[in-house]
T-cell receptor, first 118, second 113 residues
Framework: GAVVSQHPSRVICKSGTSVKIECRSL??????MFWYRQFPKQSLMLMAT?????????EQGVEKDKFLINHASLTLSTLTVTSAHPEDSSFYIC??????????????FGQGTRLTVV | AQTVTQSQPEMSVQEAETVTLSCTYD???????LFWYKQPPSRQMILVIR??????QNATENRFSVNFQKAAKSFSLKISDSQLGDAAMYFC??????????FGTGTSLTVIP
């Protein structure tokens, strides 16, 4: 299957600083990328859907000024957690869909990023 | 947001036996896709099986099969001949024409040797 690389896999930052997480599709073009947040032993909560070249669509309750998403190319989307606080500590996962036609195209997932804000 | 519900937070199965994981979803759309993903302790999401809503035939992938009941909005996963490596979190997922991709609450599967 296709490969999605997410970086970094772990990051620790101080409260008040910003952290950028990258999601790259390595061997396919991704029109759409999804960003999720996962708490321990819980489901993946969709934060936003980003489409290349346009603004991301955020889910209700997700602060778009807090979680900045940029999808500047067909192979890269970034999530920036701005002015991070301890409650932002979580596991963040990205996924990317191929640009192939139809809904049948599979979404491939990155390895996830463990963010710890101290 | 679409709702995807997995009513079994935890399930266990004896090795070599069969287990069924439940999933229900809520949508007013007729065209969508359903998926089952597996998340082992590494937390890497792995696609197990997918089902197109317009297809009446249930999808099958080796030991994994689904029971898709469109009218009931039900999409269960059957794992036959369970193996120790099947132990993981299993998530049901819904994808629609609006480009929305939602996951269920998850079921933790334990395989007993």
């Amino acid at each position: 299957g296709a490969v999605v690389s997410q970086h970094p896999s772990r990051v620790i930052c101080k409260s008040g600083t910003s952290v950028k997480i990258e999601c790259r599709s390595l061997d396919f073009q991704a029109t759409t990328m999804f960003w999720y947040r996962q708490f321990p032993k819980q489901s993946l909560m969709l934060m936003a859907t980003s489409n290349e070249g346009s603004k991301a669509t955020y889910e209700q309750g997700v602060e778009k000024d807090k979680f900045l998403i940029n999808h500047a190319s067909l192979t890269l989307s970034t999530l920036t957690v701005t002015s991070a606080h301890p409650e932002d500590s979580s596991f963040y996962i990205c996924s990317a869909r191929d640009t192939g036609p139809g809904l049948n195209t599979e979404a491939f997932f990155g390895q996830g990023t463990r963010l710890t804000v101290v | 947001a679409q709702t995807v519900t997995q009513s079994q937070p935890e399930m266990s199965v004896q090795e070599a036996e069969t287990v069924t994981l439940s999933c229900t979803y809520d949508t007013s759309e007729s065209d969508y896709y359903l998926f089952w993903y597996k998340q082992p302790p590494s937390r890497q999401m792995i696609l197990v099986i997918r089902q197109e809503a317009y297809k009446q035939q249930n999808a099958t992938e080796n030991r994994f099969s689904v029971n898709f009941q469109k009218a009931a909005k039900s999409f269960s996963l059957k794992i036959s001949d369970s193996q120790l490596g099947d132990a993981a979190m299993y998530f049901c997922a819904f994808f629609n024409t609006g480009n929305q991709f939602y996951f269920g609450t998850g079921t933790s599967l334990t395989v007993i040797p």
